[in-house]
Protein backbone atom coordinates (compact mmCIF):
# COMPACT_ATOMS: atom_id res chain seq x y z
CA UNK A 1 0.00 0.00 0.00
CA UNK A 2 1.12 3.35 -1.16
CA UNK A 3 1.48 6.15 1.62
CA UNK A 4 2.67 9.59 1.17
CA UNK A 5 3.20 11.48 4.66
CA UNK A 6 3.09 15.08 4.99
CA UNK A 7 4.85 16.99 7.28
CA UNK A 8 6.28 20.62 8.52
CA UNK A 9 3.15 22.47 7.62
CA UNK A 10 2.68 25.52 10.56
CA UNK A 11 1.45 29.29 11.22
CA UNK A 12 4.71 31.13 9.36
CA UNK A 13 5.16 35.30 9.44
CA UNK A 14 5.67 36.91 6.14
CA UNK A 15 9.20 36.66 5.13
CA UNK A 16 9.85 32.89 7.37
CA UNK A 17 10.59 30.06 6.02
CA UNK A 18 9.16 26.50 6.34
CA UNK A 19 10.63 23.09 5.44
CA UNK A 20 8.13 20.75 4.54
CA UNK A 21 8.97 16.99 4.22
CA UNK A 22 6.87 14.17 2.38
CA UNK A 23 8.20 10.17 3.35
CA UNK A 24 6.81 8.07 0.41
CA UNK A 25 6.51 4.21 1.16
CA UNK A 26 4.99 1.17 -0.65
CA UNK A 27 6.57 2.75 -3.93
CA UNK A 28 10.33 2.40 -5.81
CA UNK A 29 10.76 5.93 -4.94
CA UNK A 30 13.28 6.39 -7.37
CA UNK A 31 11.36 6.14 -10.27
CA UNK A 32 8.52 8.61 -9.22
CA UNK A 33 8.60 11.83 -10.09
CA UNK A 34 7.60 13.90 -7.32
CA UNK A 35 6.20 16.92 -7.14
CA UNK A 36 4.53 19.55 -4.67
CA UNK A 37 1.00 20.93 -4.88
CA UNK A 38 -1.18 23.69 -3.21
CA UNK A 39 -4.62 24.70 -2.65
CA UNK A 40 -6.16 27.70 -1.54
CA UNK A 41 -9.60 28.28 0.00
CA UNK A 42 -12.12 28.12 -2.99
CA UNK A 43 -9.21 27.95 -5.63
CA UNK A 44 -7.86 24.96 -7.79
CA UNK A 45 -5.27 22.56 -6.81
CA UNK A 46 -1.84 24.21 -8.42
CA UNK A 47 1.64 22.62 -9.02
CA UNK A 48 3.99 24.02 -7.10
CA UNK A 49 7.18 22.22 -8.10
CA UNK A 50 8.34 19.14 -9.29
CA UNK A 51 11.61 17.18 -9.35
CA UNK A 52 12.18 14.17 -12.18
CA UNK A 53 13.90 11.37 -11.19
CA UNK A 54 17.21 12.16 -12.57
CA UNK A 55 16.56 15.36 -10.17
CA UNK A 56 15.86 18.05 -12.68
CA UNK A 57 13.43 20.52 -10.94
CA UNK A 58 10.34 22.59 -12.13
CA UNK A 59 8.56 25.36 -10.45
CA UNK A 60 5.39 27.68 -10.76
CA UNK A 61 6.34 31.21 -11.95
CA UNK A 62 5.09 32.49 -8.79
CA UNK A 63 7.64 30.42 -6.48
CA UNK A 64 10.78 30.88 -8.57
CA UNK A 65 13.61 31.72 -6.47
CA UNK A 66 11.73 31.33 -3.41
CA UNK A 67 10.41 27.37 -3.33
CA UNK A 68 13.69 24.92 -3.78
CA UNK A 69 12.25 21.23 -4.12
CA UNK A 70 14.66 18.19 -3.63
CA UNK A 71 14.93 14.62 -2.98
CA UNK A 72 16.65 11.76 -1.14
CA UNK A 73 16.35 8.92 -2.55
CA UNK A 74 18.04 6.63 0.42
CA UNK A 75 15.63 8.33 2.28
CA UNK A 76 12.14 7.71 -0.05
CA UNK A 77 11.81 11.54 0.89
CA UNK A 78 11.07 14.93 -1.18
CA UNK A 79 11.75 17.80 0.30
CA UNK A 80 10.19 21.69 0.08
CA UNK A 81 12.31 24.59 1.48
CA UNK A 82 9.99 27.59 1.29
CA UNK A 83 11.22 31.23 2.00
CA UNK A 84 10.51 34.55 1.59
CA UNK A 85 6.77 33.67 2.80
CA UNK A 86 4.06 35.29 1.29
CA UNK A 87 0.14 35.46 2.58
CA UNK A 88 -0.67 33.92 -1.13
CA UNK A 89 1.77 31.12 -0.17
CA UNK A 90 -1.26 30.01 2.33
CA UNK A 91 -3.17 26.84 1.54
CA UNK A 92 -2.77 23.16 2.24
CA UNK A 93 -0.18 21.76 0.43
CA UNK A 94 -0.21 18.01 -1.39
CA UNK A 95 2.65 15.57 -2.03
CA UNK A 96 2.42 13.44 -5.10
CA UNK A 97 3.79 11.02 -6.87
CA UNK A 98 3.37 10.39 -10.59
CA UNK A 99 5.59 6.90 -12.01
CA UNK A 100 5.59 7.00 -16.01
CA UNK A 101 6.32 4.98 -18.63
CA UNK A 102 7.81 6.24 -21.96
CA UNK A 103 4.63 3.94 -23.91
CA UNK A 104 2.20 4.31 -21.80
CA UNK A 105 2.41 8.48 -20.18
CA UNK A 106 1.44 8.17 -16.26
CA UNK A 107 1.02 4.80 -14.90
CA UNK A 108 -0.01 5.28 -11.21
CA UNK A 109 -0.14 8.54 -9.13
CA UNK A 110 -0.65 8.70 -5.43
CA UNK A 111 -1.44 11.88 -3.24
CA UNK A 112 -0.71 12.76 0.41
CA UNK A 113 -3.30 13.71 3.14
CA UNK A 114 -1.63 16.95 3.09
CA UNK A 115 -0.23 19.64 5.16
CA UNK A 116 -1.50 23.63 6.06
CA UNK A 117 0.46 26.20 5.53
CA UNK A 118 -0.78 29.63 6.91
CA UNK A 119 1.62 32.77 6.18
CA UNK A 120 0.40 35.65 8.28
CA UNK A 121 1.14 39.24 7.01
Known amino acids: QVQLVESGGGLVQAGGSLRLSCAAS????????MGWYRQAPGKQRELVAEITTSGTTNSADSVKGRFIISRDNAKNTVYLQMNSLKPEDTGVYFCNSKRKSTAWGIISTYWGQGTQVTVSS
Open 26 to 33: GLIFSQNI
